[in-house]
């Protein structure tokens, strides 16, 4: 069958499904879903693992059978993703959780962005040049002859004092200001004791380097290993592969995960305006639920398909790193240093533990990082947290296309239990490394447990 019969063919499939739904006796919320208003998307990504949910959605068929024929095209760095969104020249994107949010509040470029959708849990880690390891080594604790994980930036504390010492600064990477690795990186560092500075925009600073005991700069992940292996930085925080590959080209060894710096973080979204839902609502539904299933095959069977999802990965239209390397990682396990691979079945979540729900308390989560660190310049109400991660994070969308895959056979209600009991709000998290809890509802007091970091109406 030729592409355009197969467009035809599966126009009318889709066409005869909707007409099926309405003569049914299904809610009207179900129904909300009708035929795409529009069929031909283009959506962005970056070259990481994290955006496989589009790339399965994409290879097995699941955007086509909701009617949606996409084209997946990589991006040269995440500020030109964001700007291609906004723009309209993508229809949407694999974007970085503090993007939308970000974008919302007018830090950097000012445009309503929504998420309907988390991406994946966990899937970053903390990777330090050899130097730097090396140095690091006598505060780190061991036990038959390997290292004690997590490590402690503390252990990274004489470090930095012996750059400072010889008038040179210490350097470390993140990808991007409003990035998941850059409040991964600052809690890290914070928790160990340094501080990794602050971000004053009123004042036209946004290098983020103010009264900095570490020094972070943006670099693209795919370019990460290349820039620590020149000497620029000293170690960065990225998502896979750039971390194994660093492993995998001997020039550094990573130091922490982020599901030990917090068990089951957030990390990805797929992020689109909020003017593209309010014209094209079938299609956005249409597009969470392929996004589902695919991030349901992934986690499938205690990881079943991943080897399979690795091979997808791989080729260089997607991620284009080498399949050993990626697979470090996405098979259940993550090596630290050569040979020292260890079992990790949860460094990427895609599906398990709601990792697709949009939380407010997550969008909460980053907006008190980012008030702590400045990029958010003077002090704000509980209420104003909430009534923002309300307006960015969409689990109304969300939960309507839930109901549809119920109406389509293809999940039960109980493969969503807690989707239907939440309130938004993941309640009390105590599993922050440094053991500080963590309630979305009560952001300022949160803010205020912090040892480093702004509090009150305090400015750097």
Same mark, same amino acid.
């Given at each position: ?6 467009? +035809? ?36 990504f ?30 040269? #760095? ?5 700007d ?7 229809? @949407? ?7 939308p ?19 994946d ?28 994980h ?13 750059y400072?010492d010889?008038?040179?600064?210490f ?7 409003v ?55 000293? @170690? ?6 750039? !971390?194994?590959q ?42 969470v ?9 992934l986690?499938?069977?205690? !990881? ?12 260089? !239209?997607?991620?284009?790193?080498d ?8 098979? @259940? ?7 020292d ?12 533990? #709601?990792a ?7 969008a ?22 909430? +009534? ?26 109980s ?8 309130? @938004?709000?993941?309640g ?5 490394m ?27």
């Amino acid at each position: 069958m030729g592409s355009h019969s197969r467009r +035809q063919f599966l126009k009318k499939t889709v066409l005869a499904a909707s007409i099926a739904l309405a003569g049914s006796a299904v809610s009207s919320q179900a129904l909300a879903s009708g035929y795409p208003e529009k069929e031909d998307l283009k959506f962005g990504f970056i070259k990481l693992t994290d955006m496989a949910p589009l790339a399965i959605a994409y290879e097995k068929g699941y955007f086509e059978d909701e009617g949606l024929y996409v084209q997946l095209e990589a991006q040269a #760095n995440w500020k030109v993703l964001l700007d291609r969104v906004i723009d309209g020249q993508l229809d @949407g994107a694999h974007m970085l959780a503090g993007q939308p949010i970000a974008a919302t509040i007018g830090y950097g470029t000012k445009a309503n962005v929504i998420t309907p959708i988390s991406m994946d849990l966990n899937g970053n880690a903390i990777t330090v040049s050899n130097k730097t390891w090396e140095a690091m080594k006598s505060c780190v604790e061991m036990k038959d002859g390997k290292p004690v994980h997590p490590i402690s930036a503390a252990a990274l504390k004489p470090v930095v004092k012996s750059y400072k010492d010889a008038g040179k600064p210490f350097k470390m990477g993140m990808v991007f200001p409003v990035s998941t690795h850059n409040y991964e990186l600052r809690y890290w560092l914070a928790a160990g004791g340094l501080n990794p500075g602050y971000y004053a925009p009123d004042k036209g600073d946004t290098s983020g380097t103010l009264k900095a005991d570490v020094l972070l700069s943006v670099t693209p992940p795919p370019q990460m290993p290349a820039t620590m292996e020149a000497g620029t930085i000293e @170690g960065y925080c990225v998502g896979e592969p750039w !971390n194994q590959q660093a492993v995998f080209k001997g020039i550094g060894v990573p130091v922490i995960s982020d599901n030990s710096i917090q068990k089951n973080n957030p990390e990805k979204v797929f992020g689109l305006r909020e003017d593209f839902y309010e014209k094209y609502p079938n299609t956005t539904i249409r597009i969470v639920k392929a996004m589902i299933r695919a991030a349901y095959w992934l986690d499938e069977q205690n !990881n079943k398909n991943r080897p399979a999802a690795v091979k997808i990965l791989s080729q260089p !239209n997607y991620v284009g790193a080498d399949y050993k390397v990626i697979a470090n990682s996405m098979t @259940g396990t993550f090596e630290y240093e050569k040979g020292d691979k260890r079992s990790e079945p949860d460094f990427n979540v895609f599906f398990r533990y #709601n990792a697709t729900y949009p939380y407010y308390s997550d969008a909460i989560w980053y907006m008190t990082q980012m008030r702590r660190w400045g990029q958010i310049s003077e002090q704000k109400s509980d209420d104003w947290y909430k +009534q923002m991660a309300k307006k960015v994070y969409r689990p109304d969308i969300y939960k309507k296309a839930v109901q549809e895959l119920i109406s389509d056979g293809k999940f039960k209600k109980s493969d969503f239990a807690e989707v239907y009991e939440t309130d @938004g709000f993941r309640g009390e998290q105590d599993d922050f490394m440094d053991g500080i809890p963590y309630d979305g509802s009560k952001p300022n007091a949160y803010i205020e447990s912090m040892k480093i970091g702004l509090k009150g109406n305090e400015k750097p």
